[in-house]
């Protein structure tokens, strides 16, 4: 699958974790020792975890910004 915006895949939002440095913590946790997760597994426990809201994908904002092909 290609997406325009590989960091949203296109919905124009993005996952932002309610508490980056409890978000973080998790993922090395979960992604280390003895039964690491596979990294998108690890994330998603990890937003469950902590929490999140959508905002605006920053990346998809810039896009917006690069006029049209002339
Ligand atoms: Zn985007």
Redesign the pocket.
């Known amino acids: 699958m290609n997406y325009n915006?590989s960091?949203?895949q296109d919905t124009?939002q993005i996952k932002v974790p309610n508490d980056q440095e409890k978000f973080d913590s998790i993922i090395d946790r979960e992604m280390d020792g003895g039964h690491p997760l596979p990294a998108a597994e690890a994330q998603e426990k990890a937003y469950r975890i902590c929490g999140y809201h959508m905002i605006e994908?920053p990346?998809?904002k810039n896009e917006k910004e690069i006029p049209e092909k002339k």
């Open positions: 915006c960091y949203c124009k994908c990346y998809c």
